[in-house]
């Protein structure tokens, strides 16, 4: 089972990315999935989380307003729109997985047990 994160790059401050999270060897469709970030000398922090059925979404203070997360259970992927980027928002995301199906997964990074490699953004000023 993996997940593989891509959609990162550099973009200048107030621009947009959308990030991609494409999970292989099991459906994820049961499953409430999240997006976290690690910038530079910080710990991982909790940006984004959907529940399996997409119907209820969770955000970090930081990002409300401005990224939108989502999933395409069709797909077996999990986006997430980052709008008006700032650099403070540089990191390398990672997604995951919660480690049960049906359980609910937020912001807590115990909650989940599967993660992608992580993709790089790097917002310029």
């Known amino acids: 089972v993996q997940l593989q994160a891509s959609g990162g790059g550099l973009v200048q401050a107030g621009g947009s990315l959308r990030l991609s999270c494409a999970a292989s060897?099991?459906?994820?469709?049961?499953?409430?999935m999240g997006w976290f970030r690690q910038a530079p000398g910080k710990e991982r922090e909790f940006v984004a989380a959907?529940?399996?059925?997409?119907?209820?979404?969770s955000y970090a203070d930081s990002v409300k307003g401005r990224f939108t997360i989502s999933r395409d259970n069709a797909k077996n992927t999990v986006y997430v729109q980052m709008n008006s980027l700032k650099p403070d928002d540089t990191a390398v995301y990672y997604c995951?997985?919660?480690?049960?199906?049906?359980?609910?997964?937020?912001?807590?990074?115990?909650?989940?047990?599967?993660w992608g490699q992580g993709t790089q953004v790097t917002v310029s000023s």
């Open positions: 995951a997985c919660a480690v049960r199906p049906w359980q609910r997964a937020t912001m807590n990074a115990r909650e989940y047990n599967l």
């Open positions: 060897g099991r459906t994820i469709s049961t499953y409430d």
């Open positions: 959907v529940r399996w059925s997409g119907g209820s979404t």
